[in-house]
């Protein structure tokens, strides 16, 4: 029962955005995924997808992605990236899901889940103060995912050898390497795993990865993964 994790698929099954405009490593993109998911992962093992999933900007309108991740091999726990403008209540996703029968998918929205002795917190993130640009527009943005993010961890039920990991679309510091109030709370809940994705092509160069005051954290974006999910929990 091994966690997997990869975002920012950018699909477009009902939608015309070709992603090969972003470059060549996105060629055959979803082929090249799904072969390399239905390689590593099995029906017992979860994968975690923080965020940017599908360009549809209506739920309906992304019947035909959430169709193709749930044909795809174990459970997936989506949450939120700042091109997911088909997200919308918790209430209207659980019954999509219901109705459709994506039994496959859960999403993760103020909320935490248990798989085996790991409890999956997190939310979006946002840009960090002191970026360029960061406006007061963003800062509100900002101090409410701060709170998401709380309660998502607060949710956690977490026991005595547990392995508690957050998964946040954005990236958790900025290019300059200055870590943001995120990394307070997960410092704070003991957070073992940090995972992220956001980040393509430049702006890779600077990503973070490695471990920071003895947190894991590690970068997921499906191009950077080269779209091979990553196993971070054997």
Request: hydrophobic share 40%.
């Amino acid at each position: 029962m091994a966690i997997f994790a990869i975002s920012d698929l950018h699909l477009a099954l009902s939608v015309n955005k070709p992603m090969d405009i972003f470059g060549a490593g996105w060629t055959n993109y979803m082929e090249r995924l799904q072969t390399k998911w239905e390689e590593l992962v099995s029906e017992e093992d979860t994968v975690l997808m923080p965020g940017d999933i599908s360009w549809a900007t209506y739920l309906e309108d992304a019947y035909e992605d959430f169709k193709f991740i749930h044909n795809l091999p174990g459970q997936k726990i989506i949450s939120k990236g700042n091109h997911d403008y088909w997200w919308t209540t918790a209430s209207k996703l659980k019954s999509f899901i219901n109705e459709k029968g994506f039994t496959s998918i859960k999403f993760l929205h103020n909320n935490s889940y248990r798989v085996g002795n790991n409890v999956i917190c997190g939310t979006r993130g946002w840009n960090i103060p002191g970026d360029d640009g960061f406006s007061q527009e963003d800062k509100k943005i900002y101090e409410r995912e701060l709170n998401r993010l709380e309660l998502s961890l607060r949710s956690a039920e977490v026991r005595a050898g547990d392995r508690l990991i957050v998964a946040m679309h954005f990236p958790i510091c900025n290019s300059r390497g200055v870590f943001s109030d995120f990394f307070k709370i997960i410092k704070k809940y003991r957070v073992n795993i940090f995972i992220y994705g956001h980040l393509h092509s430049e702006a890779l160069d600077n990503a973070f990865e490695g471990f920071k005051d003895g947190i894991e954290i590690r970068l997921v974006s499906a191009d950077h993964l080269k779209f091979v999910p990553l196993k971070i929990v054997d």
